[in-house]
């Protein structure tokens, strides 16, 4: 097989885990280990199950998965690397059907990490570009990887934000996965497309914003406050 085969366009999710230095500082190691390792448990379900789902074998309420992440080789796998405070997401390929999966896995990862006793709260990017994802070596680089980070390191709120690279395969994929919106960054409120992880799921959303504020003070309650913002637009836009 020729090694460039690993390199070509697709779709690539930056998350970030809110709060990580605080957890590290106020958690042992053990704890913090196996409060990861559970996470990383549930991304790889959600991954396996969001592909069967999409492959016809499980049904749609179907909330049970074996850990399994696709391989690098089939149709559709959804590539994880998962570092420190750090969770990437690699699509196979640059279809509509690749867009959508891992926009799903995206949002259905931030869901569950807001409903869990602890709550983690993630913000991230998705970009699209050319990329080598080779998993063997964990050697992942390309362009659409830094844009995703960059963005993400300027969202000021518990979101995906979709950076333009992106923004033609979002227009043209015509889901109501994605809402047209100010976004709160760095720079201030500048419109932009975000996935609607919340979509659905409005009151339990909701539910794990007031957990996550009982847990922190100053700054970091502002991500709160404008995720609320965020999610009050998207209702009253579809009245």
């Known amino acids: 097989m020729d090694k460039y085969v690993q390199t070509r366009n697709r779709f690539v999710v930056f998350l970030d885990i809110m709060g ?17 390792t559970e996470f990383n448990k549930d ?16 049904p749609k309420d179907n909330s049970s998965g074996n850990g399994v992440i696709k391989s690098e080789t089939e149709n559709n796998g959804i590539m994880l690397a998962q570092f420190s405070d750090s969770i990437v997401l690699f699509s196979q390929n640059d279809s509509k059907e690749d867009l959508l999966v891992i926009c799903d896995v995206a949002a259905k990862i931030i869901k569950t990490a807001i409903h869990r006793n602890r709550p983690i709260p993630l913000k991230g990017a998705l970009a699209e570009g050319i990329i080598t994802c080779d998993m063997s070596k964990q050697l992942f ?7 995703a980070y960059l963005l993400e390191e300027n969202v000021q709120y518990y979101g995906i934000v979709v950076h333009h690279t992106a923004e033609q395969s979002i227009l043209d994929s015509k889901s109501d996965l994605f809402h047209n919106v100010k976004v709160p960054l760095k720079s201030g409120n500048i419109e932009h497309y975000e996935v609607v992880w919340y979509k659905d799921y409005v009151d339990e959303a909701r539910k794990g914003l007031e957990r996550i504020r009982l847990s922190v003070s100053d700054s970091p309650r502002k991500y709160i406050d404008n995720t ?7 209702i009253a836009n579809q009245k």
């Open 43 to 58: 991304i790889t379900n959600i991954i396996n199950e969001v592909q069967q789902i999409k492959m016809g074998e499980l």
């Open 141 to 147: 680089f390309g362009q659409a990887l830094i844009d």
């Open 228 to 234: 609320k913002m965020i999610i009050n637009t998207f």
């Open 20 to 36: 990580f230095k605080d957890r590290v500082a106020r958690n042992s190691a053990e704890t913090l280990y196996d409060e990861l």
